[in-house]
């Protein structure tokens, strides 16, 4: 486990490897508490991205904020995360990190992130394991190009939603 943006983590999932192939443990409540990572598991979901797709930077807004628990068990992604927490030492700062099938990676996000990825081959896979349920008028984001980070990527594929989001410097944080 490695401390990032101030309460942010980077985990190594447990995995092993034999002549039938791989097992990863994607979740282990114990293992987590064991770090002081206290995590209730409310919902879990995934998205498959062709090469370039960038999402993000999402985010719930209180009442229905929420913490996560990311990976990528197919392909390659890199995953931001953007400290949104008006009070935190790492206030706006971002972090990436390279997740994929390969290094066994995950990200612990606390609540007041906001967070996204660029899918760096073909049909990657990023899984969550979300602290709340998905509520549709909390559910929002900044736009990904206003964090100042460079996503590496010329022509990224983007949604229209993610697109319409206000960028960092007009954003108000409610964390």
């Known amino acids: 486990m490695q401390d990032i943006l101030n309460g942010a983590k980077i985990l190594t999932l447990p995995s092993s490897t034999d002549a039938r192939g791989s097992f990863v443990k994607t979740f282990h409540e114990s293992t987590l508490a064991a770090q002081g990572i206290y995590f209730t598991l409310r919902e879990s979901y995934f998205s498959i991205s062709h090469k370039h797709v960038i999402r993000g930077m999402h985010f719930q807004t209180p009442p229905h ?16 995360i ?24 995950a990200y612990y996000i606390p609540e007041g992130f906001a967070h996204g990825f660029k899918s760096i081959t073909e ?5 969550y394991l979300v602290s709340s349920e998905y509520a549709k008028d909390q559910d929002t984001g900044i736009r990904y190009d206003s964090i100042g980070f460079d996503w590496g990527v010329q022509e990224p594929i983007i949604s229209a939603r993610d697109l319409s989001f206000v960028g960092m410097s007009d954003f108000e944080s409610p964390f």
């Open 65 to 80: 904020q929420h913490a996560k628990v990311v990976f990528c068990p197919v392909g390659s992604i890199l995953d931001v």
């Open 82 to 105: 953007v400290d949104l927490r008006k009070g935190s030492a790492t206030y706006r700062q971002y972090f990436a990190q390279e997740l994929s099938a390969d290094n066994h990676l």
């Open 123 to 127: 049909g990657a896979m990023t899984y």
